[in-house]
């Protein structure tokens, strides 16, 4: 029983790592998405965007623009939008998250997943020891795995 919960942990930890060395690639996912979808509906004025009480709204400002949105295209362009939603909840939840943690934990988060740099360097830079290093991880994955729990699978 012991070695399943520890095997869980493990996963949860990987994922929450996974997430964590892809934000930069999230936030960049973000950006060449939405020039993806002005490249497929050129010249159209409808935007989307929150609205208090909704997760999003799509706003169409013509006739003509809204019958060319129900085209061939929009199908894409809907995938697209919810790709872009999805990159921008994971970001979202991870500066969330990440607003939690003390500031050891925020920078050790940065070095070690956002720079890519190895666990040593982080160590060195943040004026720990190994071991001390690696019970900072345990403790920054154990709060993140809780509060990312929501984006973990997405």
Do not use: W
């Amino acid at each position: 029983m012991k070695k399943n919960r520890k095997n869980k942990n493990a996963l949860l930890y990987r994922q929450v790592e996974t997430l964590l060395r892809h934000y930069k690639n999230y936030k960049t996912g973000i950006k060449n998405l939405k020039v993806q979808l002005d490249y497929i509906m050129p010249g159209i004025t409808a935007n989307y965007e929150f609205r208090e009480g909704s997760t999003g709204t799509f706003v169409i400002y013509s006739p003509t623009e809204k019958y060319a949105i129900d085209r061939i295209e929009s199908k894409r362009a809907l995938d697209l939008h919810e790709k872009i939603k999805k990159y921008e909840l994971i970001v979202q939840c991870i500066d969330d998250s990440l607003k939690d943690l003390t500031e050891d934990e925020r920078r050790f988060v940065e070095i070690r997943y956002f720079n890519n740099k190895p666990i040593r360097y982080a160590a060195d830079v943040l004026g720990y020891s190994e071991r001390s290093i690696f019970n900072l991880r345990r403790d920054v994955l154990d709060k993140l795995k809780i509060s990312l729990s929501g984006v973990i699978n997405l």
